[in-house]
């Protein structure tokens, strides 16, 4: 059965920031951070699970997202904008600790949220986002990762929006051919959301991981000084969201549980 989704509005500093929230105030909170190109609504399963177990969920658009504010310019989406956005989210809706569960772009946010601030989390669930300095190190490193995340390149250049929105977002699209049309069609409705693609790719042009080029040492650059929990599923791709939900979703209840406790 799926939960009713009551949609609302969170200042954060002078930036609002559209959040879905299922389950009853006062409830301990589940926090869900999208990645991109997604937006609030890659958790709807999720939520519809722990709502039924007595959980508070609340999925925001992150900002430049869908139907958040987009702030122009680069510098509003560096990481301790992010974060600070990650705790008002948090404060409104929960008084002590909370769980975060993030996947992509959403768990780069929330490595900087647990590694600032790890008193304020319960748990940290990531799906699909490794370590800030295991991915320094590889971008820095390894001849594989650098070509496996060359694409981030492309998402730093001025052209990025022109060339992801042609043909109707086909180059987007093209990672989401195995899941439904209506989630496709979905995403193309939060990517055509004025400022939207430039609001997701900003956060590709703010970070200082990337990988190297010819004129650019990228990653290479920074210098990092570094109860692992791991699951992996050999059938699932990067969106094992949406591809298998019941193991994402037994997974996460095994490791709150005692959080909720």
């Known amino acids: 059965m799926n939960p009713i989704v009551r949609h ?27 990645g991109f190109p997604e937006f609030w609504g890659a958790w709807r399963g999720p939520m519809a699970h722990f709502t039924q177990r007595a959980w508070l969920c609340v999925a925001p658009d992150l900002r430049g997202y ?40 959403g768990g780069a946010v929330a490595w900087a949220v647990a590694i600032g ?13 490794p370590h800030p300095y295991v991915f320094w190190r590889e971008l820095s490193n390894n001849p594989a990762q650098q070509k496996a995340s060359e694409y981030m ?25 195995h899941l439904d049309e209506a989630w496709r069609a979905e995403l193309v409705a939060a990517w055509s959301q004025s400022g939207a693609l430039t609001g997701g790719l900003n956060y590709y042009r703010a970070s200082p991981l990337y990988p190297p080029t010819a004129d650019d040492p990228g990653a290479k650059k920074l210098r990092f000084e570094a109860k692992d929990f791991m699951v992996r599923s050999p059938d699932a791709s990067h969106w094992i969201v949406h591809e298998q939900p ?10 709150v549980r005692e959080a909720h406790g």
């Open 8 to 34: 609302e509005s969170v200042d954060c500093g002078g930036v609002k920031l559209h959040c879905a929230v299922a389950g009853d105030a006062g409830r301990p909170l589940l926090l869900f951070l999208h």
């Open 66 to 105: 869908n139907l958040s504010d987009k702030p122009e310019g680069v510098e509003p989406y560096r990481v301790k904008h992010l974060v600070s956005d990650v705790l008002a989210i948090a404060a409104h809706y929960a008084k002590g600790k909370f769980v975060l569960v993030a996947h992509d772009w």
């Open 117 to 129: 601030h790890p008193r304020r989390l319960a748990r940290l669930v990531m799906i699909n986002t």
């Open 153 to 177: 390149n492309l998402f730093r250049l001025p052209k990025a929006e022109r060339v992801l929105s042609e043909n109707g977002y086909a180059r987007l699209l093209s990672s989401f051919m």
């Open 246 to 255: 019941d193991l994402v979703c037994s997974e996460i209840e095994k490791f």
